[in-house]
């Protein structure tokens, strides 16, 4: 694998298949991959402003401003909004509530000896290579001697509640993949679940070997559902489907 530093920004605009879109393959098919428009919502925006602040602070001071409440029907306040327009000048805006959120989550981890010890290591590098012959990219968090981290933001972040989020979102897809293309091994691959509400607890969690098989199996599918498509345009419908005779689909 080849190391690169750049922007997340850059590293999406790059065609090599990622853990994202492995996950797109495995939940729905190749078509609605290549079809798929870019997505943010105010929980993913949180979940990079926790990031940042957790693994990458001298980044977040310089890259995000709080932006007040101004009341801008008086003069001073239309003085002071214009003030903070230009204070602001290309960088990403967030709210009073999201640093009261990252000041409580920050001050959890000074306490977290565990947690700590997994925020520190390669930050945010991107990594680029084959896997059968399929160009490929990952971009971990955390990158230490033998492990990875990641830090994924939650409302619940309880083993069984964190549990559901692993399947629901492909957690155990992206600890296999990762681990399996910087050749770590998967078992050693941990999770921060960052509860973003109160009482923003921080907990570590490492999968299971058959959460790990499982995710494994998952994204070997959905690369080789993407190698096809590569290698002869076939994009593949939904997986582990049945149809009746007039091509209706059986659930």
Not at 238 to 247: E, I, R, S
Request: charged content about 25%; proline content about 3%.
């Amino acid at each position: 694998m080849k190391t690169k530093i750049e922007t997340n920004k850059e590293y999406h605009k790059s065609k090599y298949i990622s853990a994202s879109g492995l996950k797109s393959i495995n939940n729905k098919s190749v078509y609605h991959f290549l079809n798929q428009k870019p997505f943010s919502n105010k929980a993913l925006a949180l979940g990079t402003v926790v990031h940042s602040a957790m693994l990458e602070h001298e980044s977040f001071v310089n890259d995000y401003y709080v932006f007040p409440n101004v009341d801008r029907r008086t003069i001073k306040g239309k003085q002071e909004y214009v003030k903070h327009v230009l204070a602001s000048e290309n960088k990403t805006l967030i709210s009073e509530s999201d640093v009261a959120i990252v000041k409580n989550v920050k001050e959890k981890l000074r306490f977290h000896d565990l947690a700590k010890e997994y925020c520190e290591g390669k930050i945010e590098l991107s990594y680029y290579g084959e896997m059968d012959s399929i160009p490929i990219r990952v971009r971990p968090d955390v990158v230490g001697v033998d492990w990875i981290s990641d830090v994924k933001t939650c409302q619940d972040n309880s083993p069984r509640a964190f549990k559901r989020d692993v399947y629901k979102w492909g957690y155990h897809l992206q600890a296999a993949f990762y681990s399996d293309a910087l050749g770590f091994p998967a078992e050693n691959f941990r999770f921060l679940a960052v509860e973003v509400k109160y009482p923003y607890t921080i907990e570590v969690y490492a999968l299971s070997k058959e959460m790990i098989d499982y995710g494994r199996k998952a994204y070997l599918e959905a690369l080789a559902n993407w190698k096809l498509y590569l290698d002869t345009g076939i994009q593949t419908g939904y997986k582990g489907t049945d149809y009746t005779n007039d091509g209706a689909i059986i659930i």
